[in-house]
């Protein structure tokens, strides 16, 4: 993807990967934990987390597209490489998610039946959480690292430090 309506498609995306991909690590965190919260949010942040990973993508390939049509630079490169990584912390947060949200069907009756990964596995719960909040800091870390390093590549050395 290249331009939208007139603006490099991907200053566009990765605006949803910075809110989408920690709002998703977040409510991981909440639904692994809190039982309230599962309930509730389980499905919708399924939902998000598979289209945070179908964004991700999307939104370096459209990175992709503008890294050749800007004049190139190491801060340019850092960054390109690091927008690499974000498709490998988002898959974690997804299929946690999806886990999670498949435990709390098997919880609520809605399968018909009870297997391996039943709620009633305190073991399981206490697992999934640790790797709900590992997934999650690695996720909102890495989303931090590719940010820091998009901004650096777009404003160093294109602003003044003393008003005009």
Partial sequence: MGSVNGL???????????????LAALLLVLTAAWPAARRR?????????VLVVVLVPVTTSSGEWLE?????????????????TALWVALPVAVLALLIWWRQREETGT?????????????VTRVV????????????????????SGAKAAWTGNFSATPR
């Fill in 111 to 123: 399968t018909g039946r009870r297997t391996y990964l039943a709620p009633a596995s305190v073991t």
């Fill in 68 to 84: 050749h049509r800007v004049t190139g630079s190491e801060l340019l490169h850092d960054h390109a490489e690091l927008g690499e």
């Fill in 41 to 49: 949010l389980a499905a919708p942040n399924a939902i998000l987390s």
């Fill in 8 to 22: 490099p498609a991907h200053i566009l995306l990765v605006h949803a990967i910075v809110v989408l991909l920690p």
């Fill in 129 to 148: 959480a640790v790797l709900a909040l590992v997934s999650a800091l690695a996720a909102g870390y890495d989303t931090y690292l590719i940010g820091d």
